[in-house]
């Protein structure tokens, strides 16, 4: 019998506010399933309206919940949020449930967004 597929892990970018020369971006992180992550961070690249590579950054999203949907902010520095064009999961570079390091974990993500910035994997 083959295992279960993990549960996907929901990424929405759901809000970007210009906060002082940075832009605030607002993500939802929703784990529909019964693992827990205490250790999940993302390596995020930001374009430009043109498709031009702004900055690069990682963000610490830890701890992901099981059965829960929690808010990561954050700030993407001198940045002003109008000149986002998108949004790129370019990896997620740390992965740790109970068991250890977990590989593969951007195949897990299920990424969305409310806004006109797109959020892609």
Do not use: W
């Not at 279960?4 to 940075?22: C, F, H, M, T």
């Not at 607002?26 to 031009?52: C, H, K, M, Q, W």
């Amino acid at each position: 019998k083959a295992a279960e597929a993990p549960a996907k892990i929901g990424v929405e970018l759901n809000r970007l506010e210009d906060q002082g020369g940075s832009c605030r971006a607002y993500l939802v992180i929703s784990n529909p399933g019964s693992a827990e992550y205490s250790g999940f961070a993302l390596d995020l690249v930001v374009f430009d309206r043109g498709g031009t590579i702004m900055r690069r950054l990682a963000v610490d999203v830890a701890p992901v919940r099981p059965a829960k949907t929690s808010v990561k902010v954050f700030d993407i520095p001198e940045t002003t949020c109008g000149t986002i064009g998108s949004i790129l999961v370019n990896d997620v570079i740390h992965c740790r449930n109970g068991n250890g390091d977990v590989a593969e974990c951007i195949d897990r993500l299920s990424t969305s967004s409310k806004l006109q910035v797109s959020l892609l994997k």
